[in-house]
């Protein structure tokens, strides 16, 4: 069972990953010109990573209550799903959030 539990904190790495890259690609198609473009491309995802870092991540500068965190997590989590509906990919997004909700559901019962 320990290995099903590694693969499911795996699991939710590359989830982070795959919400920086949902909203960079977002970034990248929403902007009108190239300077917009990189813009949004390179801010969403660092804005994320930042909230991230700072707030819900395991070793976060700043410890918030149980519910908070969960509910920050969550925003970044449905931003990146928003993004991905936001750029014609309404397959990927639910597929995404689908992944996201399972992987949360498995980290509580589990005490991850």
Known sequence: ME???????????LLELCALAALGYWGLRTGQNGLTKALLG??????AAVVWGTF??????VSLPG?????????VFAAA?????????PALAWAFA???????????????
């Open 3 to 13: 290995i099903v539990h590694a693969l499911n904190l795996g699991a939710r790495f």
């Open 42 to 47: 390179l801010g969403a995802p660092l804005l």
């Open 56 to 61: 819900v991540a395991p070793k976060a500068s």
């Open 67 to 75: 519910a908070l965190r969960l509910g920050l997590e969550l925003l």
């Open 81 to 89: 799903a928003a993004a991905l509906l936001a750029v014609g990919k």
């Open 98 to 112: 689908t992944v996201v909700v399972i992987n949360r559901i498995l980290m509580f019962l589990w005490k991850q």
